[in-house]
């Protein structure tokens, strides 16, 4: 069974860090793709940032210069650096995961991590 957490959420003031971590576990898979979302309340779910397996990154420009997309392959895991904190950047933030398992493409998202940055 695959699963993805994320985990790296808290409050933070603005102009402060945080370092996201997105790990998937379960049967046999190979990644295509993983990446970055968030939602605030009363707003549409937004991309943040995302890398493929051959490490190409696209990057929201709401974020970029601030934000930086990672991974590690041997841990099956991505990470979102967070610098420059601002409060419109407060949200629930989702991993997104793009797998090849039980012979086709899968699409998974993890529960969220909330991110408050305060003023």
């Known amino acids: 069974q695959v699963q993805l957490v994320e985990s790296g959420g808290g409050l933070v003031q603005a102009g402060g860090s945080l370092r996201l971590t997105c790990t998937v576990s379960g049967s046999a898979f190979s990644i295509n793709a993983m990446g970055w979302y968030r939602q605030a309340p009363g707003k549409e779910r937004e991309m943040v940032a995302v890398?493929?397996?051959?490490?190409?990154?696209d990057v929201a420009d709401s974020v970029k210069g601030r934000f930086t997309i990672s991974r590690d392959n041997a841990k099956n895991s991505v990470y979102l650096q967070m610098n420059s904190l601002k409060p419109e950047d407060t949200a629930l933030y989702y991993c997104?995961?793009?797998?090849?398992?039980?012979?086709?493409?899968?699409?998974?998202w993890g529960k969220g991590t909330l991110v408050t940055v305060s003023s």
């Open positions: 890398i493929t397996s051959t490490d190409r990154i």
């Open positions: 997104s995961a793009d797998l090849w398992s039980d012979y086709r493409n899968n699409h998974y």
